[in-house]
Nanobody, 125 residues
Framework: QVQLVESGGGLVQAGDSLRLSCAASERTFSRYAMAWFRQAPGKEREFVAHISWSGANTYYGDSVKGRFTISRDSAKNTGYLQMDSLKPDDTAVYYC??????????????????WGQGTQVTVSS
């Protein structure tokens, strides 16, 4: 059982940057692909980014491509989401996930076993 804890959210202005962290409780985290999702009030959960277990492959949702960067540090059992040029539309609760249980449909549609509790990101205009 892997527990994931997100941190780094907050209130920022449009154009600012934030870096989210996802700390895992187990070293087995390094064997898992991981991803970030977000959910805004009244909206469905949205895929943000995916990174392979090795870190060699990344994949982004269209709405964040070119602005967000996913990475991981296996030695620290931690994943990251660097968010630049933030927009009010990026306001949401951000969740990290790990452990792909279904890889049908490509990285944007993978299903994950482990989820964090989420961290709020609010971008003011």
């Amino acid at each position: 059982q892997v527990q994931l804890v997100e941190s780094g959210g907050g209130l920022v202005q449009a154009g600012d940057s934030l870096r989210l962290s996802c700390a895992a409780s187990e070293r087995t985290f390094s064997r898992y692909a991981m991803a970030w999702f977000r959910q805004a009030p009244g909206k469905e959960r949205e895929f943000v980014a995916h990174i392979s277990w090795s870190g060699a492959n990344t994949y982004y949702g269209d709405s964040v491509k070119g602005r967000f960067t996913i990475s991981r540090d296996s030695a620290k059992n931690t994943g990251y989401l660097q968010m630049d040029s933030l927009k009010p539309d990026d306001t949401a609760v951000y969740y990290c996930a790990a452990g792909v249980v279904s890889n049908l449909g490509g990285p944007g549609q993978y299903k994950y076993l482990y989820w964090g509790q989420g961290t709020q990101v609010t971008v003011s205009s």
